[in-house]
């Protein structure tokens, strides 16, 4: 048990007679939910826009030669089959580059692919060939339902394009957005919470975000390390006294970059203003930013709203104060409790000593009670410390290579007195193979096993140890000749706190068998219960995975 | 007589341990803290050293360090919750042995004696160390046991050697590793192939080792106590209680 405790989570250190120190302070900063990268200043910024044109000719000049490629393709492809392919089938032959062209690019590039399809399929197969004159009036008819079934078609693929698109965008914020719900979900302070918002607004923005107090003596979130210039900060308390809703851009002299300042719901954050760096630019292409950062900016706070981000501030100061209050009452009730308990117990073995008492059966007996009881009290605020730490923490099991003898030996002899009622056999193999496990845990399981064997068989009756190899684990049995398990005990074993009816009689928390199953299960390994029924005893087996240790080195180091 | 200091600031625990000591024929010195320790350490030189790690004033850590600093006496650490690591490394600062609390008397006294009688062999250069029908001759290299003579391998021995040299204390894993294979590799699951080989050889029945006894997680002793006799069963003793 002691040996568990660092494992389990828990610094004793902390606990130096009563003088707390917390060390939650030091406690890192909650999951970054995406780091903010400097980098994508300039690029996934909103391009300046000089002029309409230039950006939409830049947009699209790959995409049309891409499609121009396709149409060619095609082109070339009814030039080698021209004398298999019948003519009506080459108007449909050139929708296909239309299609790939308006579901990939968009309505652009469908749209030239159109136009070109039909501009080739005039050129090259309709009769005259090799001139756009066509002399079939039924030609001319052919070509032009095409021209109007490509266009529609490209016009439907770009539609069904801009849906997809969209709905891949919005499964992105929505992960995103879950992430930073479940982020805030786990914020102890607010000052996490502080940070896990900048993170949010800096990943949805593309841009740095700082928020800045109400309170211009409390640095509060920008303290470590992502300052914000003086100038910016006061230009922000400036914004705030005045209570001017609207958004303000100032460019900091000294470095020349721009930072958007703008009032963010103080009504829910506490805090009242947010600073985004812009960066570098001209006023033209900062201007386009700060109204792009805004748009976005606008709904977030809406999200903000929504995620109830101040109740979840006041549970993060309540989540807070529960974990102390937790972590104080399981080191205060160990030093506290287990002092006393262990000074009765190390009084009673010095008792035991003295002549007087040695001599006397009854007074012996009486010395002896007192013992066992107070080492039951002791076993069982070890379960319950035991029971709030896996709950709190979980098991971290250390792992070593450990002859599973020891463990059996450690644990007979830790509950040596509890078993001294019993016949105790143990049948152990010779050449059980090693197990990589916590030992201090199995042991400690294992100990539960021979605890629940004696609390619930009569005195007198036989406990059987035993082990059995399997090719992939090695199983720690121990049989009693108790009251034995119903179907429904077997399934239910091992569930936190279950205690079958029957045994109403006998003391004990639940909670044994649940920890036991539980530091096995961390150590990679299961437990079993077998029994005929109820009045026939019962069989609880610990299995633990093994690995091949017969190598050849192992033997050279050994012999000699 | 023998004279122990008690380091503990717990009174009640402090008056237990005097009487228990007082009972087996030991003076008893006591300090409710770390800085009275250390002056009783110095001024009045005590023969065995019980220090409790939860200490008001200074860690145990540090008043083991300050101690071994500029003496070599028997110290046997308390503490109530102590895992593994800790225990490996109270060891590796000097301590001779530890005792986890809630523990028994007679536990802790086998600790100490063992500890003070390793000091006295290293001055009285006895060479034949006794625990139950097994005894080792450190000089000669002779094991018996029950007077029969044992063969063992190089390997062995030097590990029986090495428990021997600290009967009744525990040596950690890698101490142990380091006696045996030195700076060539050795590892965890060699030591505890050659444990249960030499189990095999010394002990009655190797699956309830009676002589050689595995602390878990931390290292092996070599008991000089219950060897040879069944385990106490109806006496009050600390292996029903500690971890």
Redesign the interface.
Known sequence: ???????LGFR?ERF??GKYVSTFQKRSRLGRLTAYNPKNDAGSAPAPQKSRWVNFVAANAAPVVASLALVWLATIGLLVLSNVIALNLIALVYMLPVVLAATQWGIVPGLVAAFAGAAAADFFFYPPRYSFWIESRQDVIDLLLYLLVAIVTSDLAARLKQAVDASRRREREITELHAFSQGLATCLTSRDLIFAIQDYLSTTLKYRAVLLASAPQDHGADADGTAVPEQIRQAAVKLMAANAPHAATIIEPRTNRAWLVRIIAPEILGYGAIAIELGHGSSERIGLIAKHVEAVLAEATVTLKHLKVKEAIEQAAINYRTEILRDALVGGV??EL??????I??????L???PAIRHDDESRSL??AI?DQA?QL??QIRDVLAAARISAKGVHP?L????P??????AV????????GHQVV?E???DIP?VHV???LV??AFGQLLENAAKYSPTGTEIKISSRCQHDYVELSVADQGSGLTADDKERLGKRCYRSDRNAAVSGSGLGLWIASTFVAANGGSLHAESQGPGFGATISLRLPTAS?DTPE?MD???? | MTKVLVIDDETQIRRFLRAGFELHGYTVLEAENAMAGLRAATIDRPDLIILDLNLPDLDGASVLERIRSWSNLPIIVLSIEADEQEKVRLLKLGADDYVVKPFGISELLARGEAALRRQLRSADRDPVVRAGPLSVDLVSRVVTLDGNRVQLTRKEYTLLHALATHAGLVMTHQQLIREIWGGRAGNIQYLRILVRKLRQKVEIDPTRPLLILSESGVGYRLDLGSAGSLRGQNEITSDTVCS
């Open positions: 048990m002691n040996a568990s405790r660092a494992r004793t130096r007679k160990s030093h287990r002092t006393p308990l262990a000074s117990l190390g009084s009673c073995s010095v035991n000593h003295r010395v002896e013992h080492a002791d076993n250390q070593m290579w450990t002859d003898t020891d463990i059996v030996d450690a002899k830790q509950k040596s007195r509890r078993l001294a143990l152990l193999q010779r090693l916590d030992s201090a042991e400690q240790e192992l180091a050994i012999n000699d």
